[in-house]
């Protein structure tokens, strides 16, 4: 049976896509932990649209979470014909002060498993020559950002390799999306506790993203910025050097406590700095 498998279903954008898959009678796979909520996603999504949905409650970060995935999608002969890697975590903080398992989950969820699960899935792809991938990146990929730095360079990696590796299926019937969204209405910020969102005038709803992103396939395009204000900022930032950009966003995303310290040493230098100067004028 061919099936669409969908990581990071159990809600926001993970959710909103299998929502609008199934109203489009694709046979889904949902991936996430929380599998009370993915049981009961599927049983809604069955009962509403008459389509098969069958869950598993994994953990990708685990060690083989892939292989098992894998594994379980070819015990229950399903052929992955659209892989959604869309689960993902963030933090934001002060990078030297941020806990370091926390960032290396991160990468092994933003990255490994993303590229895990496409390795695994894109040979069958490659062999019926048919596929569609969609990788969910971000807007962050964009520039590096300070206090959210090792999120922006995972996002960074993922833009990257998605639009590579559409290059290199593009003649081989399998498309590839690299998508990014900018700040979305889920529950990305209070996962990563982030208190206040990142709101660059304009947040979207998930559904708005999957709908740019379909949009997109239709299209026939490798990336896909969901919403003009997002594509605005983002195509903005890459015409500033990076430096003007870091420094830019380091002063909006400081932590408060980390403000405080460096306006007082600001302080400091300027008064050294006064009385040089008042010195050199008086000479
Ligand atoms: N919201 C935004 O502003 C925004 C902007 C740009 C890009 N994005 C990207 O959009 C994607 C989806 O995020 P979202 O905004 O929809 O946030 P979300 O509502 O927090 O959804 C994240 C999903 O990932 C799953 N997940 C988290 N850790 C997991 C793990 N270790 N193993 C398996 N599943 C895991 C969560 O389910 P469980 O907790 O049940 O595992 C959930 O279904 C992410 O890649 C994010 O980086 C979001």
Redesign the pocket.
Known sequence: MKVTLI?????????AFARRLASKKHNLVL????EK?LAALCDELMLEHEIMAHYVA????DYQADLRLFKETENHGMEVEWLIN?????SMGDFADLDLEGELEMIG??VMSLVALTHRYIQRMRANKSGTIIN?????SFQPLPYMSTYAAT?AFVSSFSEAIAEENRELGIRVLNLC????E????A?AGIKE?VRIKGSQT?EQVVTAALDGLAAGRTAKISGISNWVIAKAATFAPNWMVTRAVASQLRPAAMKKALENSGTEKEKKTMSKGAGGSGS
């Open positions: 990581t990071g279903a159990s809600s926001g954008i993970g959710e991936v996430a932990r929380n909520k994994i953990d990708l970060i869309n689960a993902g975590i963030g969820l933003n969910v990146s971000s807007t962050a996002k969204p900018g700040s979305t889920t529950n990305f910020h996962a969102p998930s």
